[in-house]
């Protein structure tokens, strides 16, 4: 099987972008992950239809070699589920939004409290939120602040939309 | 009896549809998913007993021949496992629709539901009987999308929490599996998994370790096997009782059917099976180490479900036919009992106001019933002879024996100690909750509860709310069904064996599917 370089490359550098975007604590590079990691694994299907270059598909009359065409079949397929997928991921950071006016994911409370009982330090290291931070600088892990944060998104949600 | 086949996809499918052009008509939409629901349970029943004393069914659908079109096989594994899924999805709509009538749907938007409900049940019977590794993917993410629906239902907050992660979670083992599938058509030029079985075997051996492994990875999220089970726990909980119940019961047995399949048709040799031993240990035993520090029922269930993934783990990894037969007959069990005490949890919930064992009691004076229906499951799950939990350890530790190897004879110690440590957590909320008299709830001072602590986050509400006849119905029928399968051990463990046996080589799958004899195509070519 050949296998076009053209393919290969971008569907590394794909996969790595996504990998690392999946990485995220923000719930909107998940989905931008998820789409790339989507992306390079249609280019995967791709590249094993083989060579490219040939006709799409023939009557049989001639000898001519024609392209697979089940791996666009199935690419089909894919990129209609992975459209529906991301829609939804959408609408449940929409609605996260909302609720939290926080982008980012919490960890789970049971396995919060078990890491503090257990004595281990389950406080999220200093900064760790920030890059997530949408309109204000203040650090959503502080009471406080958040409170105050909470105000201020109620006060301006009317201006806002 | 092959243009059955399809219905058992179609007919969930098309009530979806129409549930949801009823949408503002809930005593319609209830009775169009019950009546669909009810008929495929008769169908898989009907299927069962047809593969069972006839040949494997096999349609190809549009008629197009074997390799080309995609193939849909009920073979003796799939029809049980249809059988069985189709009547715990219909006693679980039961109690939903129990709960909803009983709370004026505040809790379950009933438009949504019943359509998501049905295409959950049409996406699992694809998977059931997809005689093709892309229309098992399909299978995959129709009941995944149907999933993500049901387990952020209502869109609270905690509920959307649980559900990114289980969504994020099940994407990626969707794209694993998807790059698997590629990977495989671009070194066999195939998806049929019939035609995959006899190509796979020719390729290099890294090759097939690489894909192997792939496959089983993406399969092993679904199944939620050890190392890759941490999000159950996290995300079942938070979802409302019914969906809890028929998550915790199919969902993750809709995995391990996968690796059965993959360990049997498509990659037979041995290589893999002794790390797949190493795993069923490791998730048998840190399931259920997990379970013992929840105070939550809920979520001491889904770690006790995690648990016992690694009993069905073990069946599988033997890699004999005693092994695969017990890992069957063990995942029919499990799928009952464990709907069952998720049921039973959600009854606990309304009558106590609270699913945490520190604040509940009483229970057993104030709900008699709910003690039964808890207590018989959890015997059950537990391993107590002579209810099939036993019988299915049994056929798992007299098939590890079988094998005698130093590794199989540890699982069986491990399979042992493991079952006993269940019965802990489950006993543990017996005496506290059912045992426990209400007056001394507050400032109970017990060993067995100075460790548990309770969910910091946990509202705290203790509104208990009648139990509907309908929902208790639906839970006795499960009880009913699971000692059922207590009485009916013999046979069907027969027939599990059979099952096992038949994937004991691949050539019966493989002609079956690929040289369909005249009479079967024929029927096939003309739906």
């Given amino acids: 099987m050949t296998v076009s370089l053209g393919l290969l490359i971008p569907m590394a550098v794909l996969y790595a972008c996504g990998v690392y975007l999946l990485l995220e604590k923000s719930i909107t590079r998940v989905i931008l992950g998820f789409l790339l990691i989507g992306n390079a694994t249609n280019i995967l299907l791709l590249i094993t239809a083989g060579r490219p270059g040939s006709a799409p598909i023939t009557d049989g009359s001639s000898d001519e070699p024609y392209s697979d065409p089940l791996p666009q079949a199935l690419i089909l397929t894919a990129i209609v589920i992975t459209f529906a997928v991301s829609a939804f991921l959408m609408a449940l950071v929409y609605r996260s939004w909302k609720l939290a006016r926080e982008d980012a994911l919490e960890p789970d409370a049971e396995d919060l409290a078990v890491a503090r009982r257990a004595g281990a330090s389950a406080e999220v290291p200093e900064g760790a939120y920030r890059d997530t931070d949408f309109e204000t600088e203040d650090d959503p892990l502080e009471p406080s602040a958040a409170a105050d944060d909470d105000e201020a998104a109620e006060a301006g949600s009317g201006t806002r939309g | 009896m092959i243009a059955l086949v399809p219905l058992v996809v179609l007919l969930p499918l098309l009530g979806a549809a129409l549930a949801l052009l009823f949408s503002r008509r809930p005593i319609l939409q209830r009775a169009i998913t019950v009546v669909v629901l009810a008929a495929v349970a008769v169908l898989a029943i009907v299927l069962l007993v047809e593969v069972d004393t006839g040949a494997t069914l096999v349609m190809q659908v549009g008629g ?145 370790t690489l894909l192997h492994v792939m496959l089983l990875m993406g399969f092993g999220i679904k199944a939620a096997v050890f190392p890759l089970s941490f999000w159950l726990p996290d995300s079942y909980p938070t979802a409302p009782a019914p969906v809890t119940a028929v998550f915790a019961g199919l969902l993750t047995k809709v995995g391990v059917y996968a690796i059965i399949r993959t360990e049997t048709i498509l990659f037979p040799s041995p290589e893999l099976n002794t790390a797949l031993l190493i795993v069923a240990l490791l998730t048998m035993v840190f399931g259920i180490l997990g379970a013992i520090a929840q105070a939550d029922i809920k979520r001491m269930l889904s770690y006790t479900l995690v648990s016992h993934i690694g009993y069905m783990m073990l069946g599988v990894g033997l890699g004999t036919a005693a092994g695969v037969a017990a890992a069957i007959f063990y995942t029919v069990h499990h799928i009952v009992v464990q709907t069952t005490l998720f049921l039973a949890a959600g009854l606990i919930e309304r009558r106590g106001g609270t699913t945490s064992i520190n604040s509940l009691g009483g229970l057993l004076k104030a709900s008699p019933v709910v003690g039964i229906l808890y207590f018989l499951p959890a015997l059950n799950l537990g391993g107590i002879p002579p209810f099939s939990g036993f019988l299915g350890k049994l056929g798992l530790l007299q098939a590890a024996a079988a094998v005698g190897t130093p590794l199989a004879y540890t699982l069986i110690g491990a399979a042992v100690v493991v079952s006993l440590l269940t019965l802990y957590p489950l ?83 493989v002609s079956s599917v690929l040289d369909p004899d005249p009479a079967t195509d024929a029927e096939g070519a003309a739906p």
Avoid at chain 2, 454 to 477: N, Y
Wanted: proline share 4%; hydrophobic share 50%.
């Fill in chain 2, 64 to 208: 197009w021949p074997a390799p080309f079109g995609v193939s849909l096989v009920v073979d003796r594994l799939s029809a049980l496992m249809l059988s069985i899924s189709a009547i715990v999805l219909l006693a679980v709509l039961v109690f939903a629709i129990g709960q909803g009538l009983a709370d004026g749907d505040q809790e379950t938007p009933v438009s949504i539901y019943h359509p998501a409900y049905l295409v959950l049940a049409a996406g699992v019977f694809t998977a059931f009987i997809a005689g093709d590794l892309f229309n098992l993917y399909v299978g995959f993410e129709i009941l995944l999308v149907a999933s993500y629906v049901l387990i952020t239902l209502g869109g609270t907050e905690p509920r959307i929490r649980a559900g990114t992660t289980y969504i994020v979670v099940s994407l990626l083992s969707s794209l694993l599996f998807l790059a698997a599938i590629a990977m495989l058509y671009g070194s066999t030029g195939t998806v049929n998994i019939a035609q995959l079985s006899e190509r796979i075997a020719d390729l290099p051996a890294e090759v097939q």
């Fill in chain 2, 427 to 509: 006993a543990r909320t017996w005496n506290l909750a059912f045992w426990r008299p209400r007056s001394e709830v507050d400032n109970y001072e017990s060993m067995i509860t100075a460790e548990l602590h309770d969910d910091p986050w946990a509202d705290g509400s203790t509104t208990t709310r009648s139990l509907s006849g309908l929902m208790v119905g639906a839970t006795t029928a499960m009880v009913c069904v699971s000692v059922g399968i207590t009485l009916l051990a013999g046979p069907l463990y027969a027939l599990s064996t059979r099952a096992g046996d038949d994937l004991q080589g691949t050539e019966q799958y």
